[in-house]
């Protein structure tokens, strides 16, 4: 018996112990910490590549002084894409593209009041928010922001475009449109707090995996006013057609995912339609529910659990803009 008594009063002190850790650890959207150490490796690394002349001593370059280097957000990038130094330095070899983003890189790291701000704001009319230390990286083209291990990892090789941004072969000129103008940033950043806050959202599921992108996309907007320039094309065919999407939508959703996902989900290589109908469908779905809702808190608190998704659109009563 003394013994029993004693495991479970250890129990109940490293539990205690655990909360006032996890407790500690917590931010608000005033502690919150932006990391733009990884720019700074970056630029140090691809200014030296372009002084040596060969593929192998360029890889040498950026693995010593950017990969080696890497932050927490940065190493959970590389892991999860498997990124890796070689196919930095072919990038790199396109100094027309980085040498007119560079500015931009470094003069956000001068401007995030503004950021700030808003997660201040989602903190506001969400009351319940988390938030957790935000890492501005380099990639290699593969996510505007995402959250990894519940990080926000932002790609600014994604996010830097300006009027004066140009390639000379990583993109052509009507492509350059698939990367986010520099002014997108803040509701990109809302997007992806959003996702912080979500649980249950690990689907392959048409409704769940739209619910949660659009509700990301549609908290996003309800804050900011502005959807990410790379996503304009999408809502504005998204509203030219949505009584047409609907009726897809409501035929997909008994079909397997894999089989219909690139009709909505990552497909930016289609020219026929604008990727990321998907998010559009959710926002839609999202939407109707919110407005409907009384309780404005408690909607979105109901809103970012996956697990609601489809009593989620029995609520919403959307009916595809009929």
């Given at each position: 018996m003394i013994s029993r008594i004693r495991t479970i009063c250890l129990a109940s002190i490293a539990l205690y112990l655990f909360n006032c850790s996890d407790n500690e650890a917590a931010k608000t959207s005033q502690t919150v910490e932006?990391?733009?150490?990884?720019?700074?490796?970056?630029?140090?690394?691809?200014?030296?590549?372009?002084t040596v002349d060969t593929h192998a001593k360029r890889t040498a370059i950026v693995q010593d002084l950017y990969i080696n280097k890497s932050s927490k957000g940065l190493k959970l990038l590389i892991d999860k894409y498997k990124l890796?130094?070689?196919?930095?330095?072919t990038f790199m070899k396109d100094t027309v593209f980085f040498n007119s983003i560079k500015p931009i890189t470094l003069d956000i790291q001068n401007d995030t009041l503004d950021i700030r701000k808003h997660l201040k704001s989602?903190?506001?009319?969400?009351?319940?928010?988390?938030?957790?230390?935000i890492y501005f990286v380099i990639g290699q083209f593969k996510r505007a922001g995402t959250v990894i291990d519940s990080t926000m990892i932002i790609q600014l090789e994604k996010n830097a475009r300006s009027e004066t941004t140009e390639s000379a072969f990583l993109f052509k000129d009507d492509q350059l449109g698939n990367l986010n103008h520099y002014s997108s940033l803040i509701p990109l950043v809302v997007h992806e707090q959003v996702h912080i806050n979500q649980?249950?959202?690990?689907?392959k599921a048409l409704l769940s995996k739209s619910i949660c992108e659009g509700a990301a996309d549609f908290l996003m907007y309800l804050q900011t006013k502005q959807f990410p320039s790379s996503a304009q094309s999408t809502y504005d065919y998204g509203m030219a057609n949505e009584t047409r999407l609907w009726a897809k939508f409501q035929t997909d959703l008994d079909i397997r995912?894999?089989?219909?996902?690139?009709?909505?989900?990552?497909?930016?290589?289609?020219?026929?339609?604008?990727?990321?109908?998907?998010?559009?469908?959710?926002?839609?779905?999202?939407e109707a529910y919110y407005n409907k809702a009384s309780d404005k808190t408690e909607a979105i608190r109901f809103m970012l659990d996956g697990s609601n998704s489809e009593r989620l659109l029995e609520l919403s009563q959307y009916n595809g803009g009929f």
């Amino acid at each position: 018996m003394i013994s029993r008594i004693r495991t479970i009063c250890l129990a109940s002190i490293a539990l205690y112990l655990f909360n006032c850790s996890d407790n500690e650890a917590a931010k608000t959207s005033q502690t919150v910490e932006f990391h733009f150490e990884d720019i700074n490796h970056f630029w140090e690394a691809y200014e030296l590549t372009k002084t040596v002349d060969t593929h192998a001593k360029r890889t040498a370059i950026v693995q010593d002084l950017y990969i080696n280097k890497s932050s927490k957000g940065l190493k959970l990038l590389i892991d999860k894409y498997k990124l890796n130094a070689a196919d930095y330095a072919t990038f790199m070899k396109d100094t027309v593209f980085f040498n007119s983003i560079k500015p931009i890189t470094l003069d956000i790291q001068n401007d995030t009041l503004d950021i700030r701000k808003h997660l201040k704001s989602f903190e506001t009319f969400y009351p319940d928010a988390i938030f957790n230390d935000i890492y501005f990286v380099i990639g290699q083209f593969k996510r505007a922001g995402t959250v990894i291990d519940s990080t926000m990892i932002i790609q600014l090789e994604k996010n830097a475009r300006s009027e004066t941004t140009e390639s000379a072969f990583l993109f052509k000129d009507d492509q350059l449109g698939n990367l986010n103008h520099y002014s997108s940033l803040i509701p990109l950043v809302v997007h992806e707090q959003v996702h912080i806050n979500q649980k249950n959202i690990n689907t392959k599921a048409l409704l769940s995996k739209s619910i949660c992108e659009g509700a990301a996309d549609f908290l996003m907007y309800l804050q900011t006013k502005q959807f990410p320039s790379s996503a304009q094309s999408t809502y504005d065919y998204g509203m030219a057609n949505e009584t047409r999407l609907w009726a897809k939508f409501q035929t997909d959703l008994d079909i397997r995912y894999a089989l219909i996902k690139k009709d909505w989900f990552y497909n930016y290589d289609r020219k026929d339609i604008p990727p990321d109908l998907g998010y559009f469908m959710g926002f839609k779905i999202c939407e109707a529910y919110y407005n409907k809702a009384s309780d404005k808190t408690e909607a979105i608190r109901f809103m970012l659990d996956g697990s609601n998704s489809e009593r989620l659109l029995e609520l919403s009563q959307y009916n595809g803009g009929f």
